[in-house]
Nanobody
C-alpha cells in the first residue's frame, strides 16, 4: 500500500520560512517523479515544484522560483519543499504526489498525500 504523508505546514508571517516533508511508504522516492502541489480556496490545484526520478532535475512554478527548493533524501525516503520568503499568496493546502512524469500538472501523478495547510499572515 502506497502512502505519502506530508508534514511541516503551519502559520508563518510574511517573509518567513517553512520546510514541508513528504514521507513515502510503499514506493521509493527515487523511482517516481515527485511533485508538490497547492490548492487555495476557490482555486484550482497547481504544481509548484517537482523533481525527476531519472536525473534529479527540478522544475518550479515561476512565482516560487528563487524562493522554494525541492529536494530528495533517498535514505529517508522523503522529499522536502523548503519555502523561504513566504508571501500571503502562498497560503494554500500543499500536497505531495508521486507519478511517472516530472511536470507541474496533476494529471500524471498517481499517488497523493492528504495535504498540509500553509498559512502566511501577519
Amino acid at each position: 500500500q502506497v502512502q505519502l504523508v506530508e508534514s511541516g505546514g503551519g502559520l508563518v508571517q510574511p517573509g518567513g520560512s517553512l520546510r514541508l516533508s513528504c514521507a513515502a511508504s510503499g514506493i521509493t522516492v527515487d523511482s517516481y517523479d515527485i511533485g508538490w502541489f497547492r490548492q487555495a480556496p476557490g482555486k484550482e490545484r497547481e504544481g509548484v515544484a517537482c523533481i525527476s526520478s531519472t536525473d534529479g532535475q527540478t522544475y518550479y512554478l515561476n512565482p516560487v522560483k528563487g524562493r522554494f527548493t525541492i529536494s530528495r533524501d533517498n535514505a529517508k525516503n522523503t522529499v522536502y519543499l523548503q519555502m523561504d520568503n513566504l508571501k500571503p499568496e502562498d497560503t494554500a493546502v500543499y500536497y505531495c504526489a508521486a507519478g511517472g512524469l516530472a511536470i507541474l500538472h496533476p494529471v500524471p501523478y498517481k499517488y497523493w498525500g492528504q495535504g498540509t495547510q500553509v498559512t502566511v499572515s501577519s
